[in-house]
């Protein structure tokens, strides 16, 4: 899944019931390159499993500080923020031509001239 300007999507995905969970799971590979933050709707051991299936970058319970929710979702902006601007660079082409030797006679050919 990608953001409408090609850029990678966060998603904060609320389960008030297990069952809204359950849906969540069902649909997970709509949600596979999606960095997710799930709040689950308790704390029983058996919620956690299910949630840890939709591979979450956090995963919050009820009562939780919203303080760490709101610094996780900063970093993830911020990371995300990173890997565009690591992608909008130019690539570097300044590193030599590959050069192999030609055939086993000695001479070495270099590929990038077609000699």
Known sequence: MRGLSGQDVI????????????????HAGFLKNTRL????PDERAETFAFAHRLRP??????GENVQSLI????RLLA???????????PPYHGAPARVERNGGNGEFTDQQQGR
């Open 37 to 40: 933050i799930v709040l689950l």
């Open 79 to 89: 990371k995300s923020r990173q890997a565009e601007d690591r992608d909008a660079r």
């Open 71 to 74: 610094a996780v979702f900063r």
């Open 11 to 26: 998603a904060v995905l609320e389960a008030t019931t297990r069952e809204e969970l359950l849906q969540m799971v069902a």
């Open 57 to 62: 970058r956090y995963v919050s319970t009820p």
